[in-house]
């Protein structure tokens, strides 16, 4: 099983190119440096994301999207409320965002 956590965010309009980047990588480097205290190793899948471009109007305001996968449930549970470097990444950064979203789903469960 896989499950998918999609986060959308709505940076601040007054951020730098620079300041939005530091954001986007930090969230990046979450796959690299979030670590499970069972195993002590990484425990994110993958991670991928960017800058909205989509042609169709219908973002509501969030400029950036990130897809983030787990292995199971209780992995991205332990990211969403225990994970001291998920944690100190909100933050971090969370002066920097207007507004967030997520969502989760499993694959190919409907």
């Not at 219908?58 to 332990?78: C, I, L, M, N, W």
């Not at 950064?93 to 979203?101: I, L």
Request: hydrophobic content about 35%; overall charge negative.
């Amino acid at each position: 099983m896989t499950l998918v956590h999609i986060v959308l965010f709505k940076l601040k309009s007054s951020l730098s190119q620079d300041e939005k980047k530091a954001v986007c990588d930090d969230m990046l480097n979450l796959k690299d440096t979030c670590i499970h205290p069972t195993s002590n190793k990484t425990y994110i899948l993958s991670a991928s994301g960017g800058v909205d471009n989509s042609p169709e109007g219908a973002q509501g305001g969030f400029t950036h999207g990130f897809v983030v996968e787990f292995a199971s449930k209780e992995d991205r549970d332990y990211y969403v409320s225990q994970d001291p470097i998920h944690q100190a990444f909100g933050q971090k950064n969370g002066s920097k965002w207007d507004d967030v979203r997520v969502i989760d789903y499993e694959k190919g469960i409907f």
